[in-house]
């Protein structure tokens, strides 16, 4: 039995090897590069025919990881954290390097790989999901932040404009800033100008209203001097939050076809709410592998639906985790959000319930998250899709009263 470690890093990685008393065999400097990777191989399998492979790397994604996946070994995948303390408990001073973090995962998993489970491959549909979901995710990430300099912009400058247009990613609000971008440029409408102007686009009649109003009001500033680089700026900021859209519109194409080419896709589909983007963020969070998780608390945990509790004692504390998954987070959180507004269903009468009971909005809704997972993790193991009947009559029963004989 062979066990190794891979400190990642940008340009090479650090390799170290030991036998099953600990004794180093390899110590190997690889670069990140195809003739390099290849040696890696070699370096794992070739050498040791026969072996069975252990390797523990901290990377949990990227071209490396992959590789080792494909090799057949046993690998783990530590996070930053997990790695940190393996390494206190070798050093406790406090020393750090290369060689030192990479020797400690290593002996780290020669001495507790019986402990821990292997990372296996996902299938191409769940990984093609997971990279459509994490792309998503830095667009409108990208395109928040656009949004967010614009209204800054223009709530200092262009004031007026954002007491008809609040809402940065319609189309029409672009059209104006392009056509408008400064506030001098917006005082020279007229009402009748504005309303003509808004002829043909998808605007309520208050809301055409509302901008003719402020299309009246008086420039805040009549410094003309800054009004070109005002312009470029605003400019550049609507054509980024365009591009993005549009980018985000084939993104979530491409995720439908994903999920509707998922084997499992029925099953989150059943769910309600259970959107595109919801079903894309649920597929790749739970992947393809029924033993990758210990059951439905630690998946609730790595996605930050689980509360901490610490304890010391008479000490004893309730606390949100932090430490988690933040897109499968969000996708929850929304997830709970949209079933608690549904008239008749469980979750608004338990979201009731926690609120009647002193829980803030958020804590509640990531108390029905939870709960949201349970289902979701027996469903996805059973292979059997969300039966909201069932669910509400097997409640019902559990919540009844029993009689005591």
Same mark, same amino acid.
């Given at each position: ?8 890093? =940008?340009?090479?990685? #650090?390799?170290?090897? #030991? ?26 399998? &070739? &050498?040791? @025919? ?8 901290? &990377? %949990?994604?990227?071209? #490396? ?50 402990? #821990? ?35 800054? %912009?223009?709530?200092?400058?262009? @004031? ?10 319609? +189309? ?50 009549? =410094? &003309? ?81 689980? @509360? ?20 499968? %987070? ?12 549904? =008239?008749? +269903? ?6 009731? +319930? ?30 059997? @899709? ?10 019902? =029963? ?8």
């Amino acid at each position: 039995m062979i066990f190794a470690a891979i400190d990642w890093a =940008e340009e090479s990685h #650090l390799v170290i090897v #030991l036998d099953q008393s600990g004794e180093v065999l390899e110590r190997a400097r690889i670069k990140h590069e195809a003739w390099d990777l290849a040696h890696l191989d070699h370096l794992l399998t &070739s &050498s040791y @025919p026969g072996e069975e492979i252990h390797v523990a790397i901290e &990377s %949990h994604d990227g071209l #490396l990881l992959d590789r080792l996946l494909r090799l057949g070994v046993q690998v783990y995948g530590l996070n930053p954290k997990s790695a940190e303390r393996v390494r206190e408990r070798f050093t406790p001073a406090g020393l750090k390097d290369d060689d030192r973090d990479t020797w400690s995962m290593a002996e780290f998993i020669r001495t507790s790989y019986q402990h #821990l489970r292997p990372m296996k491959p996902d299938s191409p549909a769940t990984l093609a999901l997971r990279e459509w979901v994490a792309l998503r995710e830095q667009l409108v990430q990208e395109r928040t932040t656009h949004m967010q300099r614009l209204r800054s %912009h223009l709530v200092c400058w262009h @004031p007026h404009v954002l007491g008809a247009a609040t809402n940065l990613t319609y +189309s029409w609000v672009l059209d104006l800033l392009e056509a408008f971008p400064t506030a001098d440029a917006f005082a020279e409408l007229s009402y009748n100008q504005a309303d003509t102007w808004a002829q043909g686009r998808r605007m309520r009649s208050l809301t055409r209203d509302r901008l003719g109003v402020a299309a009246m009001a008086p420039s805040p500033t009549r =410094e &003309s001097s800054r009004n070109q680089a005002h312009a470029m700026e605003v400019r550049y900021r609507v054509r980024a939050i365009r591009a993005l859209g549009e980018e985000l519109n084939q993104v979530e194409k491409a995720m439908e076809q994903a999920v509707a080419d998922h084997p499992d896709a029925f099953i989150f589909q059943s769910l309600p709410s259970g959107g595109t983007v919801t079903v894309s963020a649920m597929l790749a969070g739970f992947g393809d592998d029924r033993d990758r998780w210990n059951g439905h608390e630690e998946v609730a945990a790595r996605w930050g639906l689980a @509360p901490i509790t610490i304890q010391s004692g008479k000490y004893r504390s309730v606390r949100r985790r932090r430490a988690c998954n933040t897109t499968l %987070h969000q996708a929850w959180v929304w997830f709970a959000f949209h079933t608690i507004r549904k =008239e008749g +269903s469980w979750a608004r009468e338990d979201y009731q +319930s926690k609120r009647k009971g002193g829980m803030t909005h958020y804590t509640a809704l990531r108390g029905i998250g939870d709960r949201w997972v349970k289902i979701a993790y027996r469903c996805w193991q059973d292979r059997n @899709p969300y039966d909201e009947q069932l669910h509400q009559k097997r409640r019902a =029963e559990r919540m009844a009263p029993r009689n005591k004989k």
